[in-house]
């Protein structure tokens, strides 16, 4: 079952185990330089509001009902990220989940066509606990490019510039809980496992014009050092028969005003703002095994470098930064277990 809950979408699967719930975030955030550099991680700035395509039946467009679920507003240009948070079980660990997500149906791991297959050689899911967040498409091994939304039909999106088409927008996700019976046998009951949720959020430059198409898509912004971790369990570890898939909807923040009678977000700071301020970026390092880029994604021009064939300047305020203070993130650590930073 997936539920709306406080702008975060809940897939919870009772009939594969009590605690089997996977909560993932759409987080506001700065968009980083699109100018050839790679960028630490920028903050959460709280998340995007959140509704049900349903409850706007006479206002949005009609392919929006037909794929049914969620709609959330984005400036032309704004950035975001996907937070991930799966139900931590008692004295046994958290629960893992395999996930899939995809922009415009292009899968944002292996940049091929959506499949709700899970493959693993080349690997096109990730694996929550392991895998806290996604900000983008993953283009290098320890590099993605930042999710950056811009007009459907504007030629700037994953899915233009590898299908030819502007058909979806959006993003897809698809979840598959682990296993009972192979949770029960992987991670068996310990009174002494403690885990430390160290993952803080800061509680974002935009061309501010609608569109004629209300509908947004993900298009590759600028390079970001993050790693999309290698599956550590075995593909039947994974209970395809139990998962629950969701469209969300990208609307343009204009047009979403005219759709729920509610103004967007206000527009976020730049990273030149940010940064200037002296606020925090992020770095995060994990023992994970990192997969290798997609090809196919890798071959994506930016929205920067798509602008500059079509002689267009998509990105106002894209001036490169030198982040000062950076925060560095692991992922848990034992009640006793001293941190080791960079020295």
Not at 1 to 8: A, N, P, T
Not at 149 to 173: F, H, K, R, V, W
Not at 217 to 226: H, Y
Request: with cysteine; net charge negative.
């Amino acid at each position: 079952m997936i539920q709306l809950k406080g702008d975060s979408l809940v897939f919870t699967f009772p009939e594969v185990h009590p605690q089997a719930r996977l909560s993932i975030d759409f987080q506001r955030t700065l968009r980083i330089p699109d100018d050839g550099d790679d960028y630490p991680l920028p903050p959460g700035l709280g998340r995007f509001p959140i509704r049900h395509v349903d409850d706007f039946g006479d206002s949005v467009p009609g392919e929006w009902l037909e794929h049914g679920g969620v709609m959330l507003p984005m400036y032309q240009s704004e950035a975001m990220w996907l937070n991930f948070d799966t139900a931590f079980v008692s004295r046994q660990g958290n629960y893992p989940f395999a996930i899939k997500i995809a922009a415009g149906k292009i899968d944002a791991v292996s940049g091929e066509r959506w499949s709700e297959r899970l493959h693993g050689k080349p690997q096109d899911y990730m694996v929550a606990p392991e895998q806290p967040w996604l900000d983008g498409f993953c283009v290098e091994k320890g590099v993605i490019r930042q999710f950056v939304a811009m007009p459907l039909g504007a030629g700037y999106s994953a899915e233009e510039q590898l299908t030819d088409e502007a058909e979806y927008g959006g993003i897809q996700i698809l979840a598959y809980p682990m296993k009972r019976d192979v949770f029960d046998r992987r991670f068996p009951v310990s009174r002494e496992r403690a885990r430390m949720n160290v993952f803080g959020s800061v509680e974002n430059d935009y061309c501010l014009s609608p569109e004629a198409s209300p509908s947004m898509a993900l298009a590759p912004g600028g390079r970001m050092r993050q790693e999309i971790y290698d599956d550590p369990f075995e593909l039947e570890d994974w209970d395809t028969e139990a998962g629950g898939r969701c469209f969300t909807h990208i609307a343009n923040s204009m047009v979403w005003q005219s759709i729920t009678g509610v103004a967007p977000p206000t527009v976020p700071p730049t990273s030149n703002t940010y940064n200037e301020a002296g606020l925090p970026w992020f770095e995060y390092y994990s023992e994970g095994e990192a997969i290798e880029g997609s090809k196919r994604l890798r071959g994506l021009k930016s929205v920067v470098e798509k602008g500059k064939e079509k002689g267009d300047v998509p990105l106002p305020e894209n001036e490169s930064v030198s982040p000062g203070k950076v925060v560095h993130l692991s992922p848990e650590r034992a009640k006793d277990q001293v941190r080791e930073g960079r020295f």
